[in-house]
């Protein structure tokens, strides 16, 4: 069958937008500075970003009077964005006058600290930092707002469609719609293509409760029915409206008149056909937020290619050099692919002990090519401690071992994927795995590669492979199946793992850059695969008494 226009065709969605949430931020202090001579100090928080050192203020709370331990009534509610690092700063204040005019007030102590690091703790306490030295304690709570998220299973057929080709029956697909703020909408959910045919029955299909109405039970969505053309020119057949909250009061039989906008009040005119349900389910989806905060870890581990391929070290046209500096003064695109990434993901680890492997190297006393080797040279212990943990692993191994190949990297991606079997076999959403694979060229072994791939999409990981170097790396895109399931003859995958992307792509834009494009689908994977394996977030009823 041709394939539709340029835009997503029927049949595929439109990628996961990265995950904007939004949270509140409940603040409190201990064991205050008391400013004030004849009563105690009246503090204030007020919370900035830093970017790129500049303090911008987000908000701040109320003044408490007399308090050197107060809880703050008034939340901060900011933007939270997984896959960057938002660095926050927390200063508190003696307030004496009614204006809270913090240019006039006494510093009270400060907490310089990452918005990561806030969500993935239940509560996060550390000490204020008053002129060099500690001073009391700040506790800051994040809670997502939003309220609950839910998934919506719908089955959906349609009755006696009008007829839009001349010489054959419509091929109708249909689009969901959710309503935006200034009343126009934006494309949530595509069906498949059903061909010839008026009376068409569409695969089974779930969609995301924030996808569809933004979390909202009475926002409006609208469900278009087209009949496919290949020159890309879809005939509309006709639209209704429905909302969540009718949804869940909704069975079986259900149906809705489709009605074509031009056709609407013509005499004789019912309607275009019919939407049935055959089934309509609404299951509570858990967040990303709420997987972190009850205890779900996530797991970095590092792969780095060490085949010829990247040149000798030692020439300074080597994508492995790094002169006679350490990694981190001078560093190539495998060490600054490693940063950008290791530092989002970093705050989600609580012992930032990460397993860092290389491949495609001839390791002494033997001399024999290794597929896969610990960076440390510890071969019962590959964990680093730390993003530095690994550089400094990774420096002594450009040193220490023979740069060779083939370049495979299946042996990698199944031992990852065996560490996220043994977790998988807790029955809980306790630990996600996630593998970033540094390679400079197409894989030798792509078919063991795929099949691994394809055994791990039913286990908690994900894989990020960033392509360094100037190679052609357009094979290497199939393996980020963005608009079809990964396969390889007979065998598809339980849901798309990979992302890939060339590092050359980001080299004129900040390294932000970078860790966004690669990390932004990562929290809609790992919230998607634990409500499929129906795996609450740990700590549950705890979670909630916040």
């Not at 000798?312 to 050099?321: G, K, R, T, V």
């Not at 950008?340 to 033997?366: H, M, N």
């Not at 790396?473 to 396969?487: A, C, G, N, T, V």
């Amino acid at each position: 069958m041709a394939q539709p226009p340029p835009y997503s065709p029927p049949g595929t969605n439109p990628p996961p937008a990265a995950m904007v949430s939004k949270v509140e931020l409940s603040i409190s202090c201990n064991g205050l500075r008391d400013a004030d001579i004849f009563s105690k100090s009246d503090p204030l928080c007020v919370v900035f970003s830093d970017i790129s050192g500049r303090l911008q203020e987000i908000g701040r709370t109320e003044r408490i009077d007399d308090n050197l331990n107060p809880k703050f009534h008034k939340q901060i509610v900011m933007d939270y964005h997984f896959e960057e690092v938002q660095k926050l700063v927390f200063k508190v204040f003696d307030i004496d006058d009614n204006n809270n005019d913090i240019s006039q007030a006494d510093f009270l102590g400060k907490l310089e600290c990452t918005l990561g690091q806030v969500v993935s703790s239940t509560n996060f306490t550390r000490a204020l930092d008053y002129n060099g030295r500690d001073y009391g304690t700040i506790t800051i709570h994040a809670q997502e707002q939003g309220g609950e998220q839910q998934s919506v299973h719908l089955t959906l057929k349609g009755v006696k469609l009008d007829k839009k080709d001349w010489f054959g029956k419509s091929d109708p697909f249909l689009e969901f719609h959710r309503q935006l703020l200034d009343g126009s909408y934006a494309l949530a959910h595509r069906t498949e293509v059903k061909m010839k045919t008026l009376n068409p029955s569409w695969k089974p299909m779930k969609i995301n409760s924030r996808r569809l109405c933004n979390n909202n039970p009475d926002g409006v969505i609208k469900v278009e029915c087209y009949d496919w053309n290949k020159s890309g020119s879809h005939d509309l057949i006709g639209v209704f409206t429905t909302t969540l909250a009718e949804l869940e009061g909704v069975s079986a039989g259900k149906s809705w008149a489709l009605v074509h906008p031009s056709k609407k009040g013509k005499r004789g005119y019912r309607h275009s056909g019919e939407i049935i349900a055959e089934n309509i389910q609404i299951k509570r989806e858990y967040s990303f937020i709420e997987y972190i905060q009850g205890g779900c870890e996530l797991n970095f581990v590092v792969g780095i290619d060490f085949t010829g391929s990247n040149g000798n070290p030692q020439d300074p046209s080597s994508l492995h050099y790094i002169g006679g500096s350490h990694a981190y003064r001078n560093p190539n695109q495998y060490v600054e692919a490693l940063k950008a990434v290791g530092q989002v993901v970093q705050d989600y680890d609580s012992d930032q002990l990460y397993p860092a492997f290389g491949f495609g190297a001839r390791l002494p006393p033997t001399w024999n090519v290794s597929h896969q080797f610990s960076l440390n040279g510890d071969p019962h212990n590959p964990d680093c401690q730390g993003i530095q943990g690994i550089l400094t692993a990774y420096e002594q191994c450009i040193n220490t071992v023979q740069l060779y190949g083939p370049t495979n990297a299946s042996p990698i991606i199944g031992n990852v994927a065996r560490m996220a079997r043994e977790a998988l076999h807790q029955q809980q959403a306790s630990n996600y795995y996630i593998l970033l694979m540094l390679t400079d060229g197409i894989l030798t072994d792509m078919d063991q590669t795929i099949h691994t791939i394809i055994e791990a999409s039913e286990l908690p990981m994900s894989i990020i492979i960033i392509g360094v170097g100037d190679a052609d790396f357009d094979d290497m895109e199939r393996l980020d199946s963005d608009d079809k399931l990964l396969s390889i003859g007979s065998r598809v995958a339980k849901r798309d793992i990979v992302q890939f992307v060339p590092f050359r792509e980001f080299k004129n834009v900040p390294l932000s850059k970078l860790a966004a494009s690669v990390l932004e689908e990562l929290p809609g994977q790992i919230s998607e695969y634990f409500n499929e394996k129906r795996f609450q977030p740990l700590n549950l009823a705890h979670l909630h008494n916040y």
